[in-house]
C-alpha cells in the first residue's frame, strides 16, 4: 500500500489532520464545559437581589463568625457565584485554611446553624462528590435583637441584577438555533474524522495502537457530549 506523505518529521498529512481534530475537541470539550446557572439557580438569585428584610433567629454582629461568613457568601452572591465552604473560607480567611479540615467542619457547623436561623441557604448538589453550595435568603436581614443588617448597598444589589440581566441576555443569544447547529456540526465533524481516523489506521499494514486507541478514545467522548447537548438543549 502506498504511504502517505509525511511533513519532513516523520508524520503523515493524516497524523496533522488528526491532530487537527483533537485542538478541535479541546475546544469544543471548554465551551461545554463552562457551567451555566440552572433555571431554579436563576430564580434563587433574582429572589435573594430583590428580597426585603428577612427575620433571623441568629445575631449578626460584624467580628463574629455569622456576619464575616454572610458577608461573604453577599460577596459571591453579588458575582451570580455561590460558594463551596472551602470558597467561603479561602476568601473570607485566607488560603491557609483551606484545607484544615477542622476548621471547615466548625466553618460548616456554623453555615448549618445560620440555615436554620433563615440566613443561609444549602443548595442541591450538581454531582454526588461535590462540596455544598451555599447562599443567602435575602443581602437584607433583622437578626434576633432586631437590628437590620445590610449586606450590600442599593448600588451593588443594583449592579447585580443588572449582570444578571446581561447574563441572562448572552444566554439567550448563545442558546440560538445558529449556535446550537454549530455545536451539533462540530461535534458530528469530530466523530466522523474520529472514525475515519481509525478506518485508516486499521488500513495500514501496520496497526498503529496510539492512533487507534486515541481516535477511538475521541469519538467515544464526542458521542457523549453530543448525547449531552441534545438533551440538555
Not at 516523520?10 to 446557572?37: A, D, H, P
Amino acid at each position: 500500500m502506498t504511504s502517505l506523505k509525511t511533513d519532513g518529521t516523520g508524520t503523515t498529512r493524516m497524523e496533522m489532520v488528526f491532530i487537527f481534530f483533537q485542538l478541535k475537541l479541546l475546544n469544543c470539550g471548554q465551551t461545554l464545559s463552562q457551567r451555566r446557572l440552572t433555571p431554579s439557580e436563576i430564580r434563587f438569585l433574582q429572589e435573594t437581589l430583590s428580597a426585603d428584610y428577612v427575620n433571623s433567629n441568629i445575631r449578626l454582629r460584624e467580628g463574629e463568625y455569622q456576619y464575616d461568613l454572610a458577608k461573604t457568601i453577599a460577596s459571591f452572591q453579588l458575582q451570580l457565584y455561590f460558594p463551596d465552604v472551602k470558597d467561603i473560607i479561602t476568601k473570607g480567611y485566607g488560603e491557609e485554611k483551606r484545607n484544615d479540615t477542622q476548621y471547615i467542619r466548625k466553618i460548616q457547623t456554623i453555615l448549618k446553624k445560620m440555615e436554620k436561623s433563615n440566613v443561609v441557604k444549602i443548595l442541591p448538589k450538581n454531582k454526588p462528590w461535590e462540596l455544598q453550595r451555599y447562599a443567602l435568603s435575602s443581602l437584607r436581614f433583622r437578626d434576633s435583637e432586631k437590628e437590620l443588617v445590610i449586606l450590600a448597598t442599593d448600588q451593588q444589589i443594583k449592579q447585580a441584577q443588572e449582570l444578571l440581566r446581561s447574563m441572562l441576555n448572552q444566554v439567550g443569544i448563545a442558546a440560538g438555533p445558529s449556535n446550537y447547529r454549530i455545536r451539533i456540526s462540530i461535534l458530528l465533524l469530530v466523530i466522523v474524522a474520529s472514525y475515519m481516523t481509525i478506518i485508516w489506521d486499521l488500513m495500514q499494514s501496520v496497526i498503529n495502537p496510539i492512533v487507534f486507541i486515541t481516535a477511538f478514545s475521541i469519538a467515544i467522548v464526542c458521542s457523549l457530549i453530543l448525547g449531552r447537548v441534545l438533551s440538555r438543549d
